[in-house]
T-cell receptor, first 111, second 113 residues
C-alpha cells in the first residue's frame, strides 16, 4: 500500500518566522509531488507542485524534493497568521492520474 | 475557481438508506475523483473516473458505487448507508497529463445516524 506520512502537528510558529513542513512517501515510482493548503471547513487548494529533485520557489513558498530519501518539504518564509491552515502533501503516480494524500499538518502562526 | 459544484452540501440520513451525492463540473476535465476526509486520515480515494463510463476503485471503495454517464457529472452512491460512512466527501477533477493539479469541489458533509 502506497503511503504518505506527515507530522500531524500542530506546528506553531511566531509571525515572521519560517515554517517547515515535511512529508515522506513510500512509492519510489512517484513522479509528481504537491502541497495543498486547506482552511478549516474549506476544500484543499494547490500551493505548489514539484517534479524534480531540488528546490522550487514561488513567492514566500519553497518546495524541496529529494527522491533518493523519498522526502518532500515545504518552507513558508515570513509566516503570516493567514497561513494558519492544514497543509496536505500529495504524491502522484507514474501517470499523473492518481494521488495519495498524507494526513496533513496543522500549522498555527501566532501573531 | 474551477467550476465544480457538489450537491447536496449537507445531508443527514439514517442507517440503511441509500444516498447519492452529485459532482458537476464545467471544465470538461477528463478525470474525476471522489474522496472522503476523516480526522487523522487526510483524503482517501473512494473511486475515480478516467472518462465517460470508465471508472475504477480507490483504496476505500467498499460500500460505494459510482457512475459517470456524462463528462460533467460523477455520482457517488452509498447503497445502504452506515455510520462509518459519516464523513466529508470531496469531488475533484483533473484535466490530465503529468503534474496537472486537481481542483476540488466545496465538499459534502454527510451524517449517517
Amino acid at each position: 500500500q502506497k503511503e504518505v506520512e506527515q507530522n500531524s502537528g500542530p506546528l506553531s510558529v511566531p509571525e515572521g518566522a519560517i515554517a517547515s513542513l515535511n512529508c515522506t512517501y513510500s512509492d519510489r515510482g512517484s513522479q509528481s509531488f504537491f502541497w495543498y493548503r486547506q482552511y478549516s471547513g474549506k476544500s484543499p487548494e494547490l500551493i505548489m507542485f514539484i517534479y524534480s529533485n531540488g528546490d522550487k520557489e514561488d513567492g514566500r513558498f519553497t518546495a524541496q524534493l529529494n527522491k533518493a530519501s523519498q522526502y518532500v518539504s515545504l518552507l513558508i518564509r515570513d509566516s503570516q497568521p493567514s497561513d494558519s491552515a492544514t497543509y496536505l502533501c500529495a504524491v502522484g503516480d507514474n501517470y499523473g492520474q492518481n494521488f495519495v494524500f498524507g494526513p496533513g499538518t496543522r500549522l498555527s502562526v501566532l501573531p | 475557481d474551477a467550476g465544480i459544484t457538489q450537491s447536496p452540501r449537507h445531508k443527514v440520513t439514517e442507517t440503511g438508506t441509500p444516498v447519492t451525492l452529485r459532482c458537476h463540473q464545467t471544465e470538461n476535465h477528463r478525470y474525476m475523483y471522489w474522496y472522503r476526509q476523516d480526522p487523522g486520515h487526510g483524503l482517501r480515494l473512494i473511486h475515480y473516473s478516467y472518462g465517460v463510463k470508465d471508472t475504477d476503485k480507490g483504496e476505500v471503495s467498499d460500500g460505494y458505487s459510482v457512475s459517470r454517464s456524462k463528462t460533467e457529472d460523477f455520482l457517488l452512491t452509498l447503497e445502504s448507508a452506515t455510520s462509518s460512512q459519516t464523513s466529508v466527501y470531496f469531488c475533484a477533477t483533473l484535466a490530465g497529463g503529468r503534474g496537472n493539479e486537481q481542483f476540488f469541489g466545496p465538499g459534502t458533509r454527510l451524517t449517517v445516524l
